[in-house]
Structure formats: C-alpha cells, structure tokens
Antibody, heavy 123, light 111 residues
Framework: QVQLVESGGGSVKPGGSLRLSCAAS????????MSWIRQAPGKGLEWVSY????????YYADSVKGRFTISRDNAKNSLYLQMNSLRAEDTAVYYC????????????????WGQGTLVTVSS | QSALTQPASVSGSPGQSITISCTGTSSDVGGYNYVSWYQQHPGKAPKFMIY???NRPSGVSNRFSGSKSGNTASLTISGLQAEDEADYYC???????????FGTGTKVTVL
C-alpha cells in the first residue's frame, strides 16, 4: 500500500535552516509528481511546493520562493524540502503528498498524504 | 494567489444533507475541471474525497458528491453521519504561477 513518511521536523530559531525528508513506498515513485503542503497551528492548508516526476519542473508558493528548495531522489524513493531563512510564520505541520501521475493530463489533486512533520520557528 | 472562499462552518442533523461551497475565479475553479476536496479529522492528515470536480476515489462513500457551476464548486454530503464531522477543504488547479490553491476550509458539525 502507498506510504509516505515525513521526517526532519523540529524546533529552529528564526533565520535558521531545516531539511525535511519524505520516504515513499508502495508505488512507482518516479512516475508521480510530488508536493509539500503545510498547515499552521489551527489554520488551513497551504500548498508550498511541487516537483514533477523527473524533477525538471518545480513550482513554489510566493510565500516561500527564494527560501525553500524542493528536490527528489528517484533512486531512493525520497522527496526533500530544504528550508532556509526560516520565519515564525513558517511554523506548521508539513505534509508530503502524492500528486498527478506522469501520464495523466488531469491535475487531479493529492491522493495520498503522509502524517506530517512539525516545524516550529521560534526564538 | 488568494485562497478559494469557503464558509467557515456548516452544520446539519444526522440523516440530513449539507452542501459546502468553494468560490474561486475564472483562473482556477471556473477555468478548469480540476477541483478536489479533502476531509480532515482533528490531528489527522487530509483524506482525498473528490477529484476532477465530481469523481470519487475508490473507497470513498457515495454519500459524498461534487459539482461545479461557474466559479463555484460544491461538495454535498447526504445522509449526514457523526463520522462526517470534520474540516473540509477544496483545492483547484490554477493558471497562475503557482499551480494549486486551497480553500479556506469549512468545519462541518453534526448536531
């Protein structure tokens, strides 16, 4: 069965860095676009970043552009999010989610999600 | 890219039907049939409930249905049950520089 397991969250001071990882299993990772989505405490979902199956196309929310970098290693079935220059407003649970299949034309959304990893940015 | 607009809360009695709206623009909801809906129980990850406006993934109850008219998408829950009490979020593909946007979220309460 499809599994997505995030790791790497924790507490960091403003201006600091953190690298999140997402280990995928149960499907052909290299066939799917992948995304990071976050949820601040008590708030709604916010899409953060998206990477195509090959890694050649990458998108970021304006709120993280220039500070966050998404990447993937298809040989290791892993997705990453390098977060630099962290701010208090980046405090959130970060979810790894599976996006569209390489060969589908539909941007149908996110069909599997991990359990999330909490990032807290505070002095 | 602004979030899609959803009502903050919707409530209903067991057995009733409720509808949650999700309003966007012609650049997102109105321009594409790529609206999806997610259910989130407290402390849990979101669950994929509807895709491409009105399609249900395998395993999702047929009490959940989706539709769209113009720039507004809707999720209807029929035969409301206690387990349906949760937060619900819509999402849409967009033509902006960022491909996805989520709705503001709706808390469903079963009275």
């Amino acid at each position: 069965q499809v599994q997505l397991v995030e790791s790497g969250g924790g507490s960091v001071k403003p201006g600091g860095s953190l690298r999140l990882s997402c280990a995928a299993s149960g499907f052909t990772f290299s066939d799917y676009y992948m995304s990071w989505i976050r949820q601040a405490p008590g708030k709604g979902l916010e899409w953060v970043s998206y990477i195509s199956s090959s890694g050649s196309n990458i998108y970021y929310a304006d709120s993280v552009k220039g500070r966050f970098t998404i990447s993937r290693d298809n040989a290791k079935n892993s997705l990453y999010l390098q977060m630099n220059s962290l701010r208090a407003e980046d405090t959130a649970v970060y979810y790894c989610a599976r996006g569209k299949h390489l060969y589908t034309s539909s941007w149908y959304g996110f069909d599997y999600w991990g359990q999330g990893t909490l990032v807290t940015v505070s002095s | 890219q602004s979030a899609l607009t959803q009502p903050a809360s919707v409530s209903g009695s067991p057995g009733q039907s409720i509808t949650i709206s999700c309003t966007g623009t012609s650049s997102d909801v109105g321009g594409y049939n790529y609206v999806s809906w997610y259910q989130q129980h407290p402390g849990k990850a979101p669950k994929f409930m509807i895709y491409d406006v009105s399609n249900r993934p395998s395993g999702v109850s047929n009490r959940f249905s989706g539709s769209k008219s113009g720039n507004t998408a809707s999720l209807t829950i029929s035969g409301l049950q206690a387990e349906d009490e949760a937060d619900y979020y819509c999402s849409s593909y967009t033509s902006s520089s960022t491909p996805y946007v989520f709705g503001t979220g709706t808390k469903v309460t079963v009275l």
